[in-house]
């Protein structure tokens, strides 16, 4: 018995230097030579200071940005600190409350558009910080966004559709849309 | 399901299928201590780990002493990493300053990772200090994944050897699946996660000023955004490949910083299944008659392509309220459509539904969308997957000893059918194995209906859920599903970090986890000890289209009798509703 529980320990030790302090800096040693802007959290900088993650989608409500998803978090959206999702049911009429909000918002920002509204624009995320939209719900956005930055319709498309990425090798995941740095761009532009 | 739908779910079968014979090969190597290649380069290691341990790898184990071993490991290991978290505030490597875990979610956690659950009642980036992830988490990661390989590994023997007191050595068994499989799978997929995005390093979270301040719910504006770090990337990869599933972020691998990119997505779905797919083959290999693990591997499959595609088919329709609130639910060439809420973009329904199926069919648990706001019967695959044992593919090791148990009682209702003894590779089963396999199989279906029975007796329990009705119900029948299979998924709107879910969900993942393990352990005995009789002119053919389809019928069977009045008041009923 007592050999048992001396074998654990030890066992228990030497397999926690390997596996939880050799092979996690090993991990991040080559990480480090090899994709370093990766490694860190692919940050975007502007004028010398951090303004964004390439993959962590911030909140826009200004009718000259592309709006992103709805997101969950609390007690700000798009809170990379405490990610998540609504978690709420298919039937729970809070969530059909929402939905019917923001329909509401997206048509009061444009009232001439009549195409339907994508499902993804209304629909909160998984990990609440989702940084991409449909290519559908960016083009809903394309009438809006050109009217109130004076651009026309098809300049700011071809914006988006330089931040637009396709499924991988054409197959895999859903074609999608960075919100911040299709937005980054748009300011850009303006300068 | 859209044609890309469809061919989506194809590419990964066939990734699947073409990785099961060379790693269960290289794997059956491993476990029968010949040369497999990278003995070579960590030969050295190996030795040094057994001297460091005192151990003689050569020293064989009865499978009492072999049982013994594995619940002291683990009684060891569920002692330190209860420590490290109520101690983590006065260690190094935690930059975001982060104070000791409460008693009782301390005891969950420890729980959930020594029993390959990964169940989380926390929210990662919020509780846990780097070096609690880094050298607790992770870690059992590894061991909670080999110590399940070492177990069906010791069942392999119990089938394989004859007239034998005893089914190998624990201690080796361990060291070598971590060292040989687990370890170098996981470098390269961290390796390649990072090239993704995935981060990997230990920078003190990061600030970054918004485009456009926001206002939080309180009214004040906010002007930065606090970005999460840490090494990520490492812990990902081996939560995917060791069926663990415990995220480093709250929001698990639907977090952009786990899980980025569509191929990102691509290879950390198809390392969940990759290992417990190969034991198939591994197994077939070890008792001679790869035949015999093919016919395994196919009863898996058969189950599983059902079960996805109900999943898949479910998410795309959407749901009628979206529809009425005016979202277009429409799956086309710019938008993926159907339903959304709780998932991302990058992935789609496809990808979303792909993963909730792969994840509980094993006992992984890691998500890439929020289940509990799947449809009622998109969100009863998942469920169903988990209650019928872990054993579609199911955990690293765990999901092919369950279905083995699985095979004993087919082969054993089989032989009462035609009135003769049952056999299975050679090896009569008798009423200890039964007796045994009845145990194994009954214990977790006995936690998961008890447990859900007493939490919405308990008004304290009651309130933790989130949503309204049936699916209220759903939540609390999803969480005792989940920890009592060991699998570690959630509806997540359950507010399950209370004292009375973090105790019973505990005591239900220990249950599920030893109470299974141990029996199992008992039949590899009790195997090994017979002698092997030749098949004769009755013996069922067990590599063949009978036996897999007995095989898929007997785990339905015991599924649909055990779950479906406890389903026909959860997600049924809200389906019914819903329409």
Not at chain 2, 39 to 62: F, H, S
Not at chain 2, 110 to 134: C, R
């Amino acid at each position: 018995m007592l050999r048992l529980l001396l074998q654990s320990l030890l066992c228990l030790a030497v397999l926690t230097i390997l596996t939880g302090l050799v092979y996690p800096l090993v991990v991040a040693g080559v990480a480090e030579v090899a994709f370093p802007h990766q490694a860190h959290g692919s940050l975007i900088t502007h004028d010398g200071r951090a303004v964004g993650s390439q993959l962590i989608g911030q909140a826009f409500s200004d009718p000259r940005y592309f709006w992103s998803r709805p997101s969950a978090t609390t007690p700000v959206s798009y809170n990379a600190a405490s990610s998540g999702g609504s978690n709420l049911g298919p039937t729970n009429p809070d969530l059909g409350k929402q939905v019917k909000e923001r329909v509401a918002a997206l048509r009061a920002a444009d009232p001439g558009n009549t195409r339907p509204v994508p499902v993804d624009l209304v629909t909160a995320s998984a990990s609440g910080l989702d940084p991409d939209i449909s290519p559908a719900a960016a083009e809903f956005q394309v009438p809006r966004v050109a009217r109130a930055r004076g651009l026309a319709e098809s300049v700011v498309r071809d914006i988006v559709s330089a931040h637009t990425s396709p499924r991988f090798l054409g197959v895999l995941g859903e074609p999608r849309v960075s919100v911040l740095e299709l937005n980054l761009a748009l300011d850009e532009r303006a300068r | 399901m859209t044609a890309n739908c469809q061919l989506q779910m194809l590419i990964y079968l066939a990734a699947l299928l073409l990785l099961v014979k060379p790693l269960g090969w290289y794997m059956a190597r491993v476990f029968e201590g010949k040369p497999c290649g990278l003995d070579r380069a960590l030969g050295p290691v190996e030795r040094l780990l057994y001297r460091a341990g005192r151990i003689n790898p050569a020293t064989e184990m009865t499978w009492k002493r072999y049982a013994l071993a594995v619940i002291f490991f683990s009684a060891v290991g569920l002692a330190s990493l209860y420590a490290l978290q109520r101690i983590q505030g006065w260690l190094p490597l935690n930059p975001a300053g982060l104070s000791a875990v409460p008693p009782d979610l301390a005891f969950n956690t420890a729980v959930s990772f020594v029993t390959n659950t990964n169940w989380q009642a926390y929210g990662g980036e919020a509780t846990m200090s780097y070096l609690t992830q880094m050298a607790g988490l992770a870690v059992h990661n590894f061991l909670s994944a080999a110590t399940g390989m070492a177990v069906l590994v010791a069942l392999i023997r119990g089938f394989a050897r004859h007239n034998s007191e005893t089914i190998g050595n624990f201690w080796a068994d361990l060291v070598r699946s971590t060292l040989y499989v687990l370890l170098p799978l996981a470098l390269v997929l961290a390796v390649v996660l990072v090239s993704q995005g995935v981060i990997q390093n230990f920078d003190a979270y990061q600030k970054v000023s918004l485009v456009e301040p926001v206002k939080d719910a309180n009214g004040k504006t906010v002007t930065e955004q606090v970005l999460p770090m840490g090494p990520a990337a490492s812990q990902i990869a081996i939560k995917q490949l060791g069926t663990n599933g415990g995220g480093f972020f709250n929001a698990n691998s639907a977090h952009p910083f786990e899980n980025p990119t569509p191929l990102s997505n691509f290879l950390e779905v198809l390392s969940i299944l990759i290992i417990p797919a190969a034991l198939c083959y591994t197994f077939g290999k070890m008792v001679g008659d790869t035949r015999q693990g093919w016919a395994i591997l196919a009863a898996m499959v058969v189950v599983f392509v059902v079960m996805l595609a109900a999943c898949g088919y479910f998410e795309q329709q959407g749901t009628p309220m979206l529809a009425a609130a005016g979202a277009d639910e429409t799956p086309g060439v710019a938008q993926p459509g159907g339903n959304m809420e709780g998932k991302e973009v990058r992935f789609g329904v496809t990808g979303s539904a792909l993963w909730a199926t792969a994840t509980t069919a094993a006992s992984n648990g890691s998500v890439n969308a929020m289940h509990d706001s799947f449809t009622p019967l998109g969100g009863l695959v998942p469920m169903w997957l988990m209650q019928l044992g872990e054993v579609i593919f199911g955990g690293v090791g765990s999901g092919l000893y369950g279905m083995l148990v699985f095979a004993l009682v087919g082969v054993f209702v089989a032989g009462l059918m035609v009135g003769r003894t049952p056999e299975y590779l050679g090896k009569k089963i008798e009423s200890f194995e039964m007796k045994m396999a009845a145990v194994a199989i009954l214990v977790p279906v006995f936690a998961v209906l008890v447990g859900t029975a007493v939490a919405v007796l308990v008004p304290s329990a009651r309130a933790c859920m989130a949503n309204p009705g049936p699916h209220g119900f759903s939540e609390v029948l999803y969480a005792f599903s989940s920890t009592s299979n060991n699998n570690g998924s959630a509806f997540a709107g359950l507010n399950a970090n209370t004292q009375f879910y973090n105790i019973t969900t505990g005591l239900a993942m220990l249950a599920g986890r030893f109470l299974v393990k141990i029996p199992v352990l008992a039949i590899a005995g009790a195997l090994a000890r017979k002698k092997t009789i030749p098949a004769g002119g009755g013996t069922l053919r067990t590599h063949g289209p009978l036996f897999v389809a007995m095989l898929i019928a007997v785990v339905m069977v015991v599924g649909a009798l055990s779950f479906i009045p406890a389903l026909a008041l959860g997600p049924i009923v809200e389906h019914l509703m819903m329409h």
